[in-house]
């Protein structure tokens, strides 16, 4: 089975200067949690969780207001080919302790998300492995100090 079988096709993807709060209304209106970063061309520059906006912006008392995609985002983008099998898939999920990918085409540009969800609805006999495997304790916080 190919990741372009189970990913969550086109998602909405911001770029670096979109405000934040508009990226947590992206979120509300498409019901996910995570938003891909990309520039003018489409290449993914990282990533901006729900979690991030939580323990970047909320739980260090920072005003989300005045802040960007990029104030936040994860800047280190994991991605996955189109082409690449779920097992590879699972594999770089596990190796980076992550609940989604990006998904990029020929190209380099972003075309899809794989999630834990994307796992437990479209390639069931993987669910089990790949909550495991990214659910292990880290050995750094998740509570990253931005500048």
Known sequence: MR????????PTCCSPTTPLVEVAQLMV?????????VDEKGLPLGTIT????TCRVVAQRKDPAELLARDCMTASCVVVSLEATVEDCCDLMEENQIRRVVVIDASGRCCG???????????????????????????????????
């Open 3 to 10: 990741v372009k079988e189970i990913m969550t096709q086109d």
């Open 29 to 37: 209106r498409d019901d996910c949690g995570c938003i891909p970063v």
């Open 50 to 53: 729900d979690r991030d906006i």
């Open 113 to 147: 998300i794989v999630s834990q969800a994307d796992f437990a609805t479209e390639a069931q006999a993987w669910t089990g492995e790949i909550v495991q495997a990214i659910s292990r304790p880290t050995e750094t916080a998740s509570t990253v100090q931005i500048h």
